[in-house]
């Protein structure tokens, strides 16, 4: 690739030393049509083999049709400078192609592993390629996507993690509001129990209960709701039967359940 980009730069030598004009432009009698007929086939060859794609009438390998463009009425010098210097641009653009898609490709990358651990911890079950934690296979997917595939890819993958975490919370709120009632069932039971428990476990505070189940996680809510069932089936129980709560599959996400000790 270096020696091909060194060949390349070779080419694109300004027009204005391959005429043989150095200074202000020569009448437009004494333009040197075949050097610059010969240059733009020059540059259409480079456009082919580096496969940019670029089209119209300035991108030809016809010498003739450039040679009489040239000696046309009314062409002047600075009409051969503008022509050239704009397919030299567009040539030093698309050689620049590959390290520039290679740069986003590592940031397209780099945010597909994100979104995918992003989804991998809200437990969304995301499954397929788009969300694999494999950087690499991300960069070379990306290597060969167009930018709007590239974007269109992106987006989906933030719409998916979007709606995901839009139906988790709308789940963890039936599951605090069924947590909460729950709690206030047992603080009921407790009182019947002779325990002298208190604080935030022991409430008939259902509001309470429920911001705190929403401000931590389903592991920490029910190791509260253990340490209820604990205290209700062991040390403060003195009836045969109490009350236990359990997050679940389904609606509501969380149940209570009677259990009855036989002696």
């Given at each position: 690739?270096k020696?091909?980009?060194?060949?390349?730069?070779?080419?694109?030598?300004?027009?204005?030393?391959?005429?043989?004009?150095?200074?202000?432009?020569?009448?437009?009698?004494?333009?040197?049509?075949?050097?610059?007929a010969?240059?733009?086939?020059?540059?259409?060859e480079?456009?082919?083999?580096?496969?940019?794609?670029?089209?119209?009438?300035g991108?030809?390998?016809?010498?003739q049709?450039?040679?009489q463009?040239?000696?046309?009425a009314?062409?002047?010098?600075?009409n051969?400078?503008?022509?050239?210097?704009?397919?030299?641009?567009?040539?030093?653009e698309?050689?620049?192609?590959?390290?520039?898609?290679?740069e986003?490709?590592?940031?397209?990358?780099?945010n597909?592993?994100?979104?995918?651990?992003?989804?991998?911890?809200?437990?969304?079950?995301?499954?397929?390629g788009?969300w694999?934690?494999d950087?690499?296979?991300?960069?070379?997917?990306?290597?060969?996507?167009?930018?709007?595939n590239?974007a269109?890819?992106?987006?989906?993958?933030?719409?998916?993690?979007?709606?995901?975490?839009?139906?988790?919370?709308?789940?963890?709120?039936?599951?605090?509001?069924?947590?909460a009632?729950s709690?206030v069932?047992?603080?009921?039971?407790?009182?019947?129990?002779?325990?002298?428990?208190t604080?935030?476990?022991?409430?008939?505070?259902?509001?309470?209960?429920?911001?705190?189940?929403?401000?931590?996680?389903?592991?920490?809510?029910?190791?509260?709701?253990?340490?209820?069932?604990?205290?209700?089936?062991?040390?403060?129980?003195?009836?045969?039967?109490?009350?236990?709560?359990?997050?679940?599959?389904g609606?509501?996400?969380?149940?209570?359940?009677?259990?009855?000790?036989?002696e």
């Open positions: 690739m020696n091909t980009l060194m060949r390349l730069a070779a080419l694109a030598v300004p027009v204005l030393a391959l005429i043989g004009l150095a200074g202000p432009a020569l009448a437009d009698a004494n333009l040197n049509c075949s050097a610059y010969g240059i733009a086939v020059q540059q259409q480079q456009n082919q083999s580096l496969g940019c794609g670029f089209q119209g009438g991108w030809s390998t016809d010498f049709a450039h040679y463009w040239c000696a046309s009314g062409v002047t010098m600075a051969l400078v503008t022509e050239d210097e704009g397919r030299k641009q567009a040539l030093n698309c050689i620049a192609r590959p390290q520039l898609a290679q986003a490709c590592i940031e397209y990358a780099q597909a592993v994100i979104a995918a651990g992003t989804a991998a911890e809200g437990q969304c079950g995301l499954q397929g788009a694999s934690t950087f690499a296979s991300h960069f070379n997917w990306c290597l060969t996507a167009s930018d709007a590239r269109s890819e992106t987006a989906a993958r933030a719409n998916q993690i979007q709606g995901c975490y839009a139906a988790r919370a709308v789940i963890r709120e039936l599951e605090c509001n069924a947590y009632q709690a069932i047992q603080n009921g039971e407790l009182a019947g129990t002779g325990c002298n428990l604080g935030g476990r022991w409430s008939n505070d259902a509001q309470a209960h429920f911001n705190w189940c929403m401000s931590v996680d389903a592991a920490a809510t029910q190791a509260e709701a253990d340490a209820r069932n604990a205290a209700l089936g062991t040390s403060c129980r003195v009836t045969r039967c109490w009350t236990e709560t359990h997050a679940v599959l609606i509501p996400p969380w149940e209570v359940s009677r259990h009855c000790k036989t």
